[in-house]
């Protein structure tokens, strides 16, 4: 029974380029969340993901963007990179909203802008 | 600004020994709490719950002790063991919203 599948796992882009993170969830989840975690930091939740909509944020600009599609993956877009977005991305999935007894983390995505 | 603090970067105990983890939050609204255990190079693993209804829950070598008045977490291992080495972090939400993790707290158990 696979977990959390992210992609991919390591990253290098360049200040003011576009990125796109990937994230499958757990099997019989419905529900993703992105969480960014700085170095030396606790993860910050960027948003979550059920039904396709965007349901609840964090305190992230716009250029942070998402999608899930029907098969309940999602993607975390993250436009005119900066430095300080470099950080280790974790998705997580749970069986509805408010399942946070069940997340599941993924091993997540270590993005490095330069 | 930080609602949930652990103020102990780290944290070294000997097999066998007893290990207590502190986390303080700031939100009184807060009513879930979480313990999660984190290997390099791996997602946080979910290790332990808490609800603001109850004051303690065990499982196993691990409990996590709530006090709501002083607004504060503990996790307790016992007995240590190497395997528990790993960064723990703290987490809280008012129940069906995010959830705000803690620094974390690396736990090395020597043998």
């Known amino acids: 029974d696979a977990g959390v599948t992210q992609s991919p796992t390591h990253l290098i882009k360049t200040r003011g380029q576009q990125v796109t993170l990937r994230c499958s969830p757990k099997?019989?989840?419905?529900?993703v969340s992105w969480y960014q975690q700085a170095l030396g930091q606790g993860p910050h939740f960027i948003f979550q993901?059920?039904?396709?909509?965007?349901?609840q944020r964090g305190n992230f600009p716009d250029r942070f963007s998402g999608h899930q599609f029907p098969n309940y993956s999602s993607e975390l877009n993250v436009n005119a990179l900066l430095l300080g977005d470099s950080a280790l991305y974790l998705c997580a999935s749970s069986l509805g909203r408010f399942g946070g007894l069940g997340y599941t983390f993924g091993s997540g995505t270590r993005l490095t802008v330069v | 600004d930080q609602q949930v603090k652990q103020n102990s970067p780290s944290l070294s105990v000997q097999e066998g020994r007893i290990s207590i983890l502190n986390c303080d939050y700031t939100n009184s609204m807060f009513d879930y709490f979480l313990w999660y255990k984190k290997y390099p190079a791996e997602g946080p693993t979910f290790l332990i719950s808490i609800s603001s209804i109850k004051d303690k829950n065990e499982d196993g070598r691990f409990t996590v002790f709530l006090n709501k008045s002083a607004k504060h977490l503990s996790l307790h291992i016992v007995p240590s063991q190497p395997g528990d080495s790993a960064v723990y972090f703290c987490a809280a939400s008012v129940t069906g919203n995010q959830f705000y993790f803690g620094t974390g707290t690396s736990l090395t158990v020597i043998p």
């Open positions: 993901y059920y039904e396709e909509e965007e349901r």
């Open positions: 099997s019989g989840h419905d529900t």
